[in-house]
């Protein structure tokens, strides 16, 4: 008979194989949640992208899913910030300059409105609050995600007529935010259907 020693290490050698065979691990349940989350996103792809490779707190259901999708627009959207910063006090061409400087408006509107969105959501009442509570919460939230993904939109506009590299650049930048704040607002759409509820993954 082999010492307990042998045995206990062979069970912890067992279970980890059966874990990493199965998919029950511990980062799977939030994979899983993220994967099936993302499937109607606005761009999907995008959205499996981004989420998987979230380095906050794992994600264990639905509301932390959608906090983490406000966090990571509001990482890109405070990066684009300091970039549009940085070209304002470059760019020479009138024109150019203008579109610029009201881009770099909307961007801070379009931070300050997703800092007011993760607030709502971290502060959310998924229990113990009534009915009316969380759903005046969940409008606040959806409001704010939908401004901010207006000012995303709003900033691209003021370059109409304009070229160069600038506007190239500016558009990539606006671009990824504005999609990335989209997936973050149909996530909390989800969020409110589901009333703040743990995901259920399927077997």
């Known amino acids: 008979m082999a010492p307990p ?7 912890i050698v067992s279970a980890v194989i ?10 799977s349940t939030a994979e899983d949640i993220v994967h099936s989350s993302c499937v109607h996103a606005s761009y999907p792809s ?9 380095s906050g707190p794992t994600i264990t259901n639905q509301r932390e899913l959608a906090q983490a999708a406000v966090k990571i627009s509001l990482s890109h959207a405070q990066a684009a910030a300091k970039k549009l910063a940085a070209v304002r006090e470059t760019v020479g061409k009138k024109r150019v300059k203008a579109a ?31 009915a009316n509570e969380f759903r005046w919460q969940m409008s606040n939230a959806q409001t704010w995600a939908s ?6 939109d709003t900033c691209l506009d003021g370059f109409k007529g304009v070229e160069g590299k600038v ?9 990824k935010v504005a999609r990335i704040t989209s997936n ?12 703040g509820k743990p995901h259920v993954v399927r077997s």
């Not at 506007?167 to 671009?175: L, R």
């Not at 973050?184 to 009333?195: C, K, V």
Request: aromatic share 4%; charged share 20%.
């Open 184 to 195: 973050a607002l149909y996530m909390i759409n989800q969020l409110d259907e589901s009333r």
């Open 147 to 152: 401004a901010a993904l207006t000012d995303d």
């Open 46 to 54: 995008l959205c499996v992208r981004t989420l998987s490779t979230y």
């Open 5 to 11: 020693q042998k045995l206990f290490l062979a069970a």
């Open 100 to 130: 610029v400087v009201d881009c770099v408006e909307m961007i801070g509107d379009s931070v300050a409105d997703l800092s007011r969105t993760l607030g709502v959501l971290k502060h959310l009442h998924v229990s113990g609050g009534s």
């Open 18 to 27: 059966v874990a990493a065979t199965t998919g029950h691990g511990p980062n």
């Open 167 to 175: 506007k190239t650049d500016v558009k990539q930048w606006m671009t």
